[in-house]
């Protein structure tokens, strides 16, 4: 439903008049498809990074996606330092920001609960075993970096 919202919406961006020549069914049929082959390929491709065992792999791409729009986000961020639009010290506050902002992330990601797991004293056959106690690992953030990834394009 989503690709019908966008080929919808396209031809009457505002402000973008000429955008799409000949706004008819061929369009509309090419742009729809179009965006459910793209987001099809997107996810078997996830996949594939997913039981390759290099991470998860719709993460990794969501992850590509917002690196590759930072070097010109700096770069305009540091052009307009130098045109004195913005000025030194906001700046350094940002930067500031984002490795306090980055170093909460990892620290909420890496965080766990550890339940205490005691099994009582059993015995199988003659044989005598004492009671044991380890702990079950529980994340404090189940949701995992998703959140993270989604705030960052957001900013």
């Known amino acids: 439903f989503q690709s019908i919202g966008i080929a919808t919406g396209l031809p009457n961006m ?3 008049q000429g955008l799409v020549m ?3 069914f061929a369009f509309y049929f090419t742009a729809v498809v179009s965006l459910v082959t793209g987001t099809m390929f997107l996810m078997w491709l996830g996949e594939q990074i997913t039981e390759r065992g290099i991470g ?3 993460s990794i791409i969501i992850f590509a996606g917002i690196v590759a729009g930072l070097p010109p986000a700096i770069a305009h961020t540091i052009e307009q330092a130098r045109q004195g639009d913005l000025h ?3 700046l ?3 930067a500031v920001l984002v490795f306090a902002v980055t ?3 990892v620290f909420v990601e890496r965080g766990q609960r550890r339940i205490v797991v005691n099994y009582a004293k059993r015995q199988q056959g003659r044989r ?3 009671a044991q106690s380890t702990h079950l690992p529980l994340k404090v953030n ?3 970096v998703i959140p993270a990834i989604f705030a960052s394009s957001i900013i």
Do not use: E, R
Request: hydrophobic share 60%.
């Open 88 to 90: 030194f010290l906001v």
């Open 142 to 144: 189940m949701a995992g």
């Open 22 to 24: 000949n706004p008819g």
């Open 103 to 105: 170093f909460f992330v």
């Open 92 to 94: 350094l506050l940002v």
């Open 14 to 16: 505002p402000g973008m």
């Open 56 to 58: 998860n792999g719709i």
């Open 128 to 130: 005598v075993y004492a």
